[in-house]
């Protein structure tokens, strides 16, 4: 039969199964004390371990990294420069600064605070200070900037994240999730390599004091450089880190923790179990050809489908489950297909785990077919939905 008779899958090169959903059971793999977890490996996406990833938590501290992501944005885009002076407001010192009594880089009331280094004082000190003088030193108070940092969230496709201020203080509207954190992670490594930078220093004095790094995991667990901490008094203690070691990148988010110590113990547990359980496993080369889909109404019943670049996995390599695969589309694919079309998405698992998600492309075109063909399409789809 010149049809695939499935809506979304047809066999590749390795076993086929059922995908798993995005939201799961804890992995069973390992055994985290987080609340809630995300570990994901860089270059491929992969994910090694997942539990309540997609759970509405208040991102406290962690909202600062959207903060940053704004204003590295209007570097980048020429609005600000880093030498791009702001005034400290009354505002700003009594929320944020000395009086607060969070998280601050101490700066001086009606003094004049350079871009760079209200950057350096939120990466290495989470200082809420610094956040609010940016906020309105470019939009003009914190509930304009909010807007811009919703804004640039779902741009940069964020989900499921809501931002009511830029220091991620206490607001019943401020929610995100750990995927939202991880992907808004990976975009502040992948998109301002030059910026990401300032979450690696390892100190910051300011107004003659002094302060460490915050992040715990600098300096203690190998190949760390960022990203952020947070805490809420619902939700506990959380964090967003990366590492690099031999050439491989990790992104790490937990919550749910009980204390600091608790939460950094975790979490470098969870990234040398990351390093030192996987190995990256290749699929298919660039350019192959993974599968094929069924179109209808064309001038040939089917076309290759390929992948932008080489397709491979990071896998665990003590368990016992085979790789399996899943090609996925909206059946029936219409002509004409055009070369180069996103028709679907390869889904791989290893056993009950959505390890990534490959978006697949029409190899060629595909045209319209003769009368007589979509005639015979036609009755096929009628027969197809009737039975």
């Known amino acids: ?67 940053l992501e704004v204003v590295f944005d209007a570097i980048r885009r020429g609005e600000i420069g880093l030498d791009t002076s702001y005034r400290v407001s009354e505002h700003a010192w009594r929320t944020g600064g000395a009086p607060s009594r969070t998280a601050t880089m101490f700066a001086a009331l009606k003094s004049e605070v350079r871009v760079e280094d209200l950057l350096k004082g939120i990466a290495v000190q989470m200082a809420n200070d610094a956040c609010i003088i940016l906020a309105e030193g470019m939009e003009g108070s914190e509930e304009k900037f909010a807007v811009r940092m919703n804004e640039r969230a779902k741009a940069i496709g964020l989900r499921a994240s809501h931002f009511a201020n830029s220091t991620g203080l206490p607001n019943p509207d401020n929610s995100t999730t750990l995927s939202d954190m991880i992907l808004l992670a990976r975009h502040l490594q992948q998109t301002y390599p030059e910026l990401y930078r300032l979450f690696s220093l390892p100190d910051f004095e300011w107004n003659k004091i002094f302060q460490r790094n915050r992040n715990p995991l600098l300096g203690h667990s190998a190949g760390v450089d960022g990203l952020a901490t947070g805490f809420a008094e619902e939700s506990g203690y959380a964090l967003v880190a990366s590492a690099e070691r031999d ?29 030192s359980a996987f190995a990256m496993r290749p699929l298919f080369p660039a350019g192959a050809t993974i599968g094929a889909a069924s179109v209808y109404g064309g001038d040939s019943s089917k076309v290759d489908l390929i992948a932008a670049g080489p397709v491979d996995v990071y896998v665990a390599t003590n368990d016992p489950e085979r790789l399996q695969a899943r090609i996925v589309y909206h059946w029936p694919l219409r002509a004409p297909v055009p070369a180069g079309s996103d028709v679907g998405v390869l889904r791989i698992s290893q056993g009950a785990r959505l390890l990534r998600e490959v978006g697949l492309k029409s190899a060629t075109t595909v045209g319209e077919g003769t009368l007589r063909q979509k005639a015979g399409d036609a009755l096929f789809e009628l027969l197809f939905f009737w039975l």
């Open 247 to 275: 050439g491989r990148r990790l992104f790490l988010a937990i919550g749910g923790m009980t204390n600091n110590k608790e939460r950094a113990e975790e979490a470098s547990r969870l990234l040398d179990w990351g390093f």
């Open 1 to 67: 039969m010149r049809y695939s008779l499935a809506l979304a899958f047809l066999f590749v090169a390795f076993v086929l199964s059922t995908p798993a959903h995005a939201q799961k059971a804890p992995d069973p793999l390992f055994d985290t004390k987080a609340e809630q977890a995300l570990l994901i490996e860089a270059s491929t996406g992969t994910v090694l371990l997942s539990k309540k990833e997609n759970t509405a938590i208040p991102p406290a501290s962690l909202a600062k990294l959207m903060t």
